[in-house]
């Protein structure tokens, strides 16, 4: 449903193939930090790497809460926004 939605609003956002183009690569690639993170900490350092991932492990499960307060609030704002403007 993600994928959707981003890729309906890219192409609502300009008709120039090339510019979607470009969007739809930039859209990918934010998808796949999440994934793209660890796996680069782990090739860059190695055997480190483990203690890296478990501090951040950590951190994220503490800040949880916080952290999707603030995503929520984020897109709250983006849409009330896009709300506003669309008047």
Request: charged share 10%; no cysteine.
């Amino acid at each position: 449903m993600l994928v959707v939605s981003g890729a309906t609003a890219i192409a609502e956002a300009t008709p120039v193939p090339a510019r979607q183009a470009v969007g739809l690569i930039v859209f990918a690639l934010v998808g796949r930090v999440g994934v793209g993170a660890p796996l680069a900490v782990t090739v860059a350092m190695g055997d480190r790497a483990g203690s890296v991932l478990a501090a951040a492990d950590r951190w994220m499960t503490l800040q949880s809460t916080t952290i999707v307060a603030v995503v929520l609030l984020v897109l709250g704002v983006l849409l009330i926004v896009n709300g506003v403007r669309e008047l």
